[in-house]
């Protein structure tokens, strides 16, 4: 019974000694293919099925090549595996990943390697190149890009002070239109213009600038005893307010004419009437009449009491 114990056990430790073995046996990778990629002690290589195996080198990994016609090995450090290497490999993993405990290559295909790797400089060196052309062109378009960014700012800014300008004229028009009227007395209408728009619109065209013109030049013969009555209407298209703004917006055009073009002085001008919707000159019910209420009534209003000493 002892002798069947022991035979027993002998047969449980052979066994177990032979699945470890298969185990081991079965852990061991061979391969060959091409470094296509490496990054410190990590190779990545290419097989001869395409299959891309991830290759440990190790401390204790022997790197050699065949030396002679015999079976002597060289060993030499890990530096030579550069992309482009053909070689072969064992260690221990899977198909995927592999420590490697000994990779040979040829001397010759070294050489190749080194070979292509010289070809590859060229083009690396010409991509760093473009890279810093590309980064000094950027540079300079990103200067030139500030530098008409602010040009524009000025030019904005600029814009802006010659508005706010116009509009302290007109300002100053509108506050002091009260006190000549005042000072003035009654006025006799000696000369009239209606300055007419598209819809929605407060430009003025080259026909009513050269009326504009004419009427200025004519007020210029009454001296100082003259002022322009600039008023502005709507047509009855959109919302009563918006008409109400519309009417302002084309007589402050037409006064900013005067101003600017004609030379008039600010103290001549009595505006601007923004009279929106108010005292139609046409029906709003057609396209016609429509067009007749988009107008800005201009007036040479001459002091009674010049007329009345100059006969005319």
Request: hydrophobic share 40%; aromatic share 4%.
């Amino acid at each position: 019974m002892k002798g069947k114990t022991i035979g027993i056990s002998v047969s449980l430790v052979a066994m177990f000694l032979l699945s470890i073995g298969s185990a081991l046996a079965a852990d061991k990778v061979k391969g060959k293919g091409v470094i296509t990629m490496r990054s410190g002690d990590v190779l990545t290589v290419e097989t001869d099925e395409d299959a891309a195996v991830t290759v440990t080198v190790t401390s204790d990994t022997k790197v050699q090549h065949p030396v002679g016609l015999g079976a002597r090995k060289k060993q030499v450090g890990p530096e030579v595996l550069i992309p482009g290497l053909k070689l072969k490999f064992e260690g221990t993993g899977d198909q995927n990943q592999v420590t490697a405990e000994v990779i040979t290559f040829d001397r010759d295909d070294l050489s190749l390697a080194k070979v292509i790797q010289a070809g590859l400089n060229p083009t690396a060196q010409q991509q760093a190149s473009n890279m810093q052309t590309y980064q000094a062109n950027k540079e300079a378009t990103d200067a030139q890009i500030a530098a008409n960014q602010a040009a524009n700012e000025a030019a904005i800014a600029a814009a802006r002070q010659e508005i706010a300008a116009n509009q302290a004229n007109i300002d100053e028009v509108a506050a002091s239109t009260q006190k000549r009227f005042s000072e003035l007395g009654d006025f006799i209408v000696k000369g009239e213009r209606n300055v007419y728009f598209a819809t929605g619109s407060y430009s003025i065209s080259g026909q009513d600038r050269n009326a504009l013109a004419d009427l200025a030049k004519n007020a210029t013969a009454y001296s100082k005893g003259y002022v322009i009555q600039v008023a502005g209407f709507a047509d009855s298209v959109g919302t009563a307010s918006s008409n109400q703004v519309l009417s302002k917006q084309r007589a402050q055009a037409v006064v900013a004419y005067l101003l600017q073009e004609c030379n008039v002085p600010v103290g001549r001008i009595v505006a601007p009437g923004a009279m929106g919707e108010t005292n139609p000159a046409a029906s709003n019910e057609t396209s016609s009449g429509r067009s007749e209420n988009r107008r800005v009534e201009v007036k040479l209003l001459v002091n009674k009491g010049i007329v009345d000493a100059s006969g005319n």
